[in-house]
């Protein structure tokens, strides 16, 4: 990673015979270095992600300007492109806010006891009527209540990231299982689908922060590409761990294990 510089100093240093002793501080850059190409991309994949949006919303408020005004058949359809484009663009900014004050550790409030189920059920609430448009029926059991020490709606909002993408990558008629299992100052929530499942070799890197196996129905369903990325870091601040199973064309099952207060 870092080879020795061809007659460098230091070894001058060290073979001089005038001196008594040689003090040699090697820095080893191989992490800063790392960092740095990781903000780099990040930076490069907001670019991207905006980009994309911004060219809709422009496109067709430039062809609504230059008459489509006027085009009954067609004005209200650009007007809903435009609003879907701009709601796209308010999710990547909140999740960005939410990944960022979760990597600063910024939220003002310090952590306390949370329910594990009334997160669950007010997440559970949240995804209903998407589940519904979508024809998902949602299905619980055992719902114990644990208590663990967080914040309340970041929980929920890791609850609502993983049941939503369960709807979103199910199928017509499918199922979201949701179970709770408490053992050994643990608890740990399933949440299985019958959906499209993830395939093997995306599988360790839907956690990164923008990756998506399925790019067309993530975007079609104005997903960003960071909810599992906030879960990861979310479940990892409060001490727990988030796993997945896979398997394509089957369904996926995702579990949180958190120690208990
Ligand atoms: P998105 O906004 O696209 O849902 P996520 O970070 O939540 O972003 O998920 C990353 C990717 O992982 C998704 O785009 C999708 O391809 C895949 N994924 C996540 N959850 C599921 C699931 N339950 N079933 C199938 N694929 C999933």
């Not at 909140?94 to 550790?105: F, K």
């Not at 970041?154 to 979103?168: G, I, P, S, T, Y």
């Not at 017509?172 to 299985?192: D, W």
């Not at 601040?237 to 949180?256: A, C, D």
Request: with cysteine; hydrophobic share 40%; net charge negative.
């Amino acid at each position: 990673m870092c080879p020795p510089k061809p007659n460098a100093s230091l070894s001058t240093a060290i073979g001089a015979p005038a001196t008594r002793g040689a003090l040699a501080i090697l820095h080893d850059v191989t992490q800063l270095e790392r960092l740095e190409r990781v903000r780099r991309d990040f930076v490069a994949n907001v670019s991207h992600e905006l980009r994309t949006p911004l060219a809709a919303i422009r496109g067709y408020a430039e062809t609504l300007l230059d008459g489509a005004l006027e085009d009954p058949d067609n004005n209200r359809k650009f007007v809903e492109v435009i609003l879907a484009q701009a709601t796209r663009l308010t999710n990547i900014a909140s999740d960005l806010l939410s990944l960022s004050e979760l990597e600063s550790n910024a939220l003002k409030v310090p952590a306390q006891p949370v329910s594990i189920r009334a997160a669950l059920e007010s997440a559970l609430r949240t995804v209903e009527s998407a589940a519904r448009v979508q024809g998902v029926r949602l299905f619980c059991e055992k719902l114990d209540d644990y208590t663990v020490i967080g914040h309340e709606l970041r929980l929920e909002q890791v609850f609502v990231n993983l049941l939503d993408n369960a709807v979103k990558f199910n199928r017509p008629n499918g199922e979201v299982q949701v179970e709770m299992r408490g053992n050994n100052g643990k608890v740990s929530i399933l949440i299985g689908d019958t959906g499209i499942g993830i395939p093997s070799e995306d599988l360790p890197r839907i956690f990164e922060r923008f990756y998506r196996a399925d790019k067309a129905r993530s975007r079609a369903m104005g997903g960003t590409g960071l909810g599992l990325s906030i879960v990861k870091h979310a479940i990892e601040q409060m001490g727990g761990t988030v796993q997945v199973h896979s398997r394509l064309g089957e369904g996926s099952e995702f579990t949180i294990e958190l120690p208990t207060a």
